[in-house]
Protein backbone atom coordinates (compact mmCIF):
# COMPACT_ATOMS: atom_id res chain seq x y z
CA UNK A 1 0.00 0.00 0.00
CA UNK A 2 0.89 3.20 -0.46
CA UNK A 3 2.64 5.29 2.33
CA UNK A 4 1.81 8.89 4.13
CA UNK A 5 2.75 11.08 1.31
CA UNK A 6 3.88 14.45 2.62
CA UNK A 7 5.09 17.58 0.37
CA UNK A 8 7.34 19.62 0.44
CA UNK A 9 10.54 18.11 1.62
CA UNK A 10 12.57 20.64 2.35
CA UNK A 11 11.46 24.53 3.40
CA UNK A 12 13.35 27.70 3.98
CA UNK A 13 11.63 31.05 4.72
CA UNK A 14 12.49 34.38 6.64
CA UNK A 15 11.06 35.10 9.80
CA UNK A 16 7.61 36.36 9.75
CA UNK A 17 6.34 34.80 6.39
CA UNK A 18 3.86 32.17 5.81
CA UNK A 19 4.19 28.50 4.94
CA UNK A 20 2.07 25.62 4.47
CA UNK A 21 2.58 21.74 4.35
CA UNK A 22 0.42 19.14 2.90
CA UNK A 23 -0.13 15.74 3.94
CA UNK A 24 -2.37 12.86 2.00
CA UNK A 25 -2.91 9.82 4.65
CA UNK A 26 -2.87 6.37 3.94
CA UNK A 27 -6.49 5.37 2.19
CA UNK A 28 -9.02 4.34 4.79
CA UNK A 29 -7.26 5.86 7.52
CA UNK A 30 -9.43 7.86 10.07
CA UNK A 31 -7.27 9.43 12.13
CA UNK A 32 -4.45 12.21 11.22
CA UNK A 33 -1.70 13.53 13.15
CA UNK A 34 0.73 16.21 12.67
CA UNK A 35 3.48 16.33 15.05
CA UNK A 36 6.88 19.28 15.42
CA UNK A 37 10.06 17.29 16.14
CA UNK A 38 12.55 19.82 16.90
CA UNK A 39 16.37 18.49 16.37
CA UNK A 40 17.77 16.61 19.32
CA UNK A 41 13.79 16.22 20.67
CA UNK A 42 11.22 13.33 19.93
CA UNK A 43 7.61 14.07 17.91
CA UNK A 44 5.38 16.45 20.06
CA UNK A 45 2.05 16.16 18.61
CA UNK A 46 0.31 19.46 17.05
CA UNK A 47 -3.03 18.62 16.36
CA UNK A 48 -5.17 15.21 15.56
CA UNK A 49 -8.16 14.98 13.73
CA UNK A 50 -11.04 12.33 12.98
CA UNK A 51 -12.00 12.09 9.86
CA UNK A 52 -12.54 15.53 9.80
CA UNK A 53 -13.46 16.51 12.85
CA UNK A 54 -10.53 18.05 15.90
CA UNK A 55 -9.59 15.80 18.50
CA UNK A 56 -6.87 17.40 20.04
CA UNK A 57 -5.29 20.38 19.48
CA UNK A 58 -4.13 21.25 22.68
CA UNK A 59 -0.53 21.73 22.29
CA UNK A 60 -1.23 23.57 18.84
CA UNK A 61 0.00 27.28 19.02
CA UNK A 62 -3.36 28.80 17.82
CA UNK A 63 -1.72 32.20 17.33
CA UNK A 64 0.33 31.24 14.62
CA UNK A 65 -0.97 27.90 13.78
CA UNK A 66 -3.62 26.17 12.18
CA UNK A 67 -4.69 23.52 10.43
CA UNK A 68 -7.88 21.88 8.30
CA UNK A 69 -8.87 18.67 7.11
CA UNK A 70 -11.05 18.72 4.60
CA UNK A 71 -13.18 15.73 3.50
CA UNK A 72 -11.83 13.80 5.80
CA UNK A 73 -8.56 13.11 3.82
CA UNK A 74 -5.94 15.33 2.78
CA UNK A 75 -4.75 18.28 5.62
CA UNK A 76 -2.51 21.25 5.86
CA UNK A 77 -0.64 22.83 7.99
CA UNK A 78 0.07 26.75 8.07
CA UNK A 79 2.21 28.38 10.44
CA UNK A 80 1.78 32.64 9.63
CA UNK A 81 3.72 34.00 10.91
CA UNK A 82 6.68 32.29 11.15
CA UNK A 83 9.46 32.55 13.79
CA UNK A 84 12.82 31.21 14.48
CA UNK A 85 12.28 28.41 16.94
CA UNK A 86 9.68 26.69 14.41
CA UNK A 87 12.69 25.47 12.68
CA UNK A 88 11.66 21.67 12.30
CA UNK A 89 10.78 18.50 10.85
CA UNK A 90 6.69 18.63 10.63
CA UNK A 91 5.87 14.82 10.61
CA UNK A 92 2.26 14.09 9.11
CA UNK A 93 0.93 10.49 10.75
CA UNK A 94 -2.58 8.26 10.41
CA UNK A 95 -4.07 5.68 11.52
CA UNK A 96 -6.97 3.09 10.98
CA UNK A 97 -8.57 4.72 14.37
CA UNK A 98 -10.17 3.02 16.88
CA UNK A 99 -8.45 0.48 18.47
CA UNK A 100 -5.58 0.42 16.41
CA UNK A 101 -4.96 3.97 16.98
CA UNK A 102 -1.37 3.01 18.77
CA UNK A 103 -0.26 2.15 15.09
CA UNK A 104 1.09 5.33 13.48
CA UNK A 105 2.47 5.27 9.97
CA UNK A 106 4.43 8.34 9.77
CA UNK A 107 5.12 10.24 6.47
CA UNK A 108 8.97 11.91 5.60
CA UNK A 109 8.16 14.79 7.13
CA UNK A 110 8.69 18.14 6.05
CA UNK A 111 12.52 20.01 7.21
CA UNK A 112 11.82 23.56 8.28
CA UNK A 113 14.07 26.21 8.52
CA UNK A 114 13.04 29.63 9.15
CA UNK A 115 16.28 31.84 8.77
CA UNK B 1 2.69 16.38 33.66
CA UNK B 2 3.35 12.81 31.59
CA UNK B 3 6.66 12.43 30.74
CA UNK B 4 9.21 10.19 28.94
CA UNK B 5 12.86 10.03 29.38
CA UNK B 6 15.80 7.85 27.47
CA UNK B 7 19.02 9.00 29.55
CA UNK B 8 21.28 7.97 26.51
CA UNK B 9 21.72 10.25 23.14
CA UNK B 10 24.10 7.59 21.57
CA UNK B 11 24.49 4.29 22.17
CA UNK B 12 27.38 1.93 20.70
CA UNK B 13 27.73 -1.47 20.95
CA UNK B 14 30.03 -3.89 18.86
CA UNK B 15 27.84 -6.25 16.92
CA UNK B 16 26.92 -10.01 19.07
CA UNK B 17 26.82 -8.01 21.95
CA UNK B 18 23.86 -7.32 23.95
CA UNK B 19 22.19 -4.17 24.08
CA UNK B 20 19.71 -2.04 26.52
CA UNK B 21 17.77 0.99 25.22
CA UNK B 22 16.72 2.64 28.15
CA UNK B 23 13.40 4.36 29.12
CA UNK B 24 11.76 5.40 32.08
CA UNK B 25 8.00 7.49 32.24
CA UNK B 26 6.78 9.88 34.53
CA UNK B 27 2.19 8.55 34.90
CA UNK B 28 0.50 7.63 37.41
CA UNK B 29 -2.08 5.55 35.49
CA UNK B 30 -2.20 2.45 33.84
CA UNK B 31 0.04 3.26 31.05
CA UNK B 32 0.45 1.80 27.57
CA UNK B 33 4.23 1.72 26.27
CA UNK B 34 5.43 1.31 22.81
CA UNK B 35 8.97 2.03 21.21
CA UNK B 36 9.15 3.30 17.40
CA UNK B 37 12.12 3.06 15.30
CA UNK B 38 13.74 4.79 12.61
CA UNK B 39 16.56 3.42 10.69
CA UNK B 40 18.57 5.83 8.15
CA UNK B 41 16.51 7.44 5.18
CA UNK B 42 13.37 5.61 6.44
CA UNK B 43 10.02 6.71 8.22
CA UNK B 44 9.41 6.55 11.73
CA UNK B 45 7.96 2.96 12.32
CA UNK B 46 6.46 1.02 15.20
CA UNK B 47 8.75 -1.39 16.74
CA UNK B 48 6.31 -3.17 19.56
CA UNK B 49 4.29 -2.28 22.87
CA UNK B 50 3.95 -3.34 25.88
CA UNK B 51 0.95 -5.27 25.90
CA UNK B 52 1.47 -7.57 22.84
CA UNK B 53 4.66 -9.16 24.45
CA UNK B 54 6.12 -9.86 21.84
CA UNK B 55 9.96 -10.31 20.22
CA UNK B 56 10.05 -8.01 16.85
CA UNK B 57 13.43 -8.11 15.53
CA UNK B 58 14.69 -9.60 18.27
CA UNK B 59 14.22 -7.12 20.38
CA UNK B 60 11.64 -7.31 23.65
CA UNK B 61 10.71 -4.35 26.29
CA UNK B 62 9.38 -5.62 29.68
CA UNK B 63 6.86 -2.84 31.67
CA UNK B 64 8.42 -2.83 35.09
CA UNK B 65 5.05 -0.42 36.84
CA UNK B 66 7.60 -0.43 39.96
CA UNK B 67 10.32 1.17 38.19
CA UNK B 68 8.31 2.98 36.05
CA UNK B 69 10.62 1.80 33.20
CA UNK B 70 10.24 -0.24 29.78
CA UNK B 71 13.94 -0.58 28.81
CA UNK B 72 14.57 -2.35 25.18
CA UNK B 73 16.79 -5.40 24.93
CA UNK B 74 17.71 -7.41 22.49
CA UNK B 75 21.00 -10.38 23.48
CA UNK B 76 22.60 -10.10 20.42
CA UNK B 77 23.16 -6.97 18.46
CA UNK B 78 23.40 -6.90 14.68
CA UNK B 79 24.75 -4.45 12.43
CA UNK B 80 21.16 -3.57 10.51
CA UNK B 81 19.61 -2.79 14.37
CA UNK B 82 21.54 0.93 13.99
CA UNK B 83 18.92 3.35 13.91
CA UNK B 84 17.21 6.02 16.13
CA UNK B 85 14.77 4.40 18.95
CA UNK B 86 11.87 6.44 20.51
CA UNK B 87 10.16 5.06 23.58
CA UNK B 88 6.90 6.62 23.53
CA UNK B 89 3.92 6.56 26.49
CA UNK B 90 0.17 7.06 25.55
CA UNK B 91 -1.71 7.80 28.88
CA UNK B 92 -4.69 6.20 28.99
CA UNK B 93 -7.60 8.04 26.46
CA UNK B 94 -4.84 10.71 25.29
CA UNK B 95 -2.26 11.10 22.78
CA UNK B 96 1.33 9.77 22.40
CA UNK B 97 4.37 11.39 24.86
CA UNK B 98 7.58 10.61 23.02
CA UNK B 99 10.96 10.65 24.85
CA UNK B 100 13.91 11.97 23.13
CA UNK B 101 15.32 9.21 21.28
CA UNK B 102 18.27 7.10 21.44
CA UNK B 103 20.86 6.73 18.53
CA UNK B 104 22.05 2.55 18.47
CA UNK B 105 25.25 2.58 16.53
CA UNK B 106 26.30 -1.38 15.84
CA UNK B 107 29.92 -1.02 15.44
CA UNK B 108 31.34 -4.39 12.78
Redesign the interface.
Known amino acids: EAGVAQSPRYKIIEKRQSVAFWCNPISGHATLYWYQQILGQGPKLLIQFQNNGVVDDSQLPKDRFSAERLKGVDSTLKIQPAKLEDSAVYLCASSLGGTRNYEQYFGPGTRLTVT | AQR ?1 TQPE ?1 LLSVFKGAPVELKCNYSYSGSP ?1 L ?1 WYVQYSRQ ?4 LL ?1 HISRESIKGFTADLNKGETSFHLKKPFAQEEDSAMY ?1 C ?1 L ?1 PYG ?3 V ?4 TRLSVLP
Not at chain 2, 43 to 46: D, K, P, S, V
Open positions: VKEFRLQLRYARQNFFGPG
